[in-house]
Nanobody, 124 residues
Framework: QVQLVESGGGLVQAGGSLRLSCSASGRTFSSYAMGWFRQAPGKEREFVAAINWRGGSTYYPDSVKGRFTISRDNARNMVYLQMNSLKPEDTAIYYC?????????????????WGQGTQVTVSS
């Protein structure tokens, strides 16, 4: 089992940057594929980024490709989401998630553990 805690959210102007962090507990962090999702009010949870167990493969939807970068540090049990060129439509609660079996999955149902989320607000 793994516990996840996100941090780094906040208020930023359009065009700005934020770096989200996700701290994971447990000794087997490197055995989990990791992902970031977001959810805006009244909308479904949306895939943002994913990274495989060793960090060699990353996955993004077109809406954030070229602007967001996911990375992980297995020695520190950390996952990061660097977000650049932020837009007002990026405003949402951002969640870190861990999957036992699926690497690079776009589907939130394939993730087994979730953090509590961190709010990102982008003003125009």
């Amino acid at each position: 089992q793994v516990q996840l805690v996100e941090s780094g959210g906040g208020l930023v102007q359009a065009g700005g940057s934020l770096r989200l962090s996700c701290s994971a507990s447990g000794r087997t962090f490197s055995s989990y594929a990791m992902g970031w999702f977001r959810q805006a009010p009244g909308k479904e949870r949306e895939f943002v980024a994913a990274i495989n167990w060793r960090g060699g493969s990353t996955y993004y939807p077109d809406s954030v490709k070229g602007r967001f970068t996911i990375s992980r540090d297995n020695a520190r049990n950390m996952v990061y989401l660097q977000m650049n060129s932020l837009k007002p439509e990026d405003t949402a609660i951002y969640y870190c998630a861990a999957s036992n079996y699926y690497s690079g999955s776009y589907h939130y149902t394939n993730y087994d553990y979730w953090g509590q989320g961190t709010q990102v607000t982008v003003s125009s």
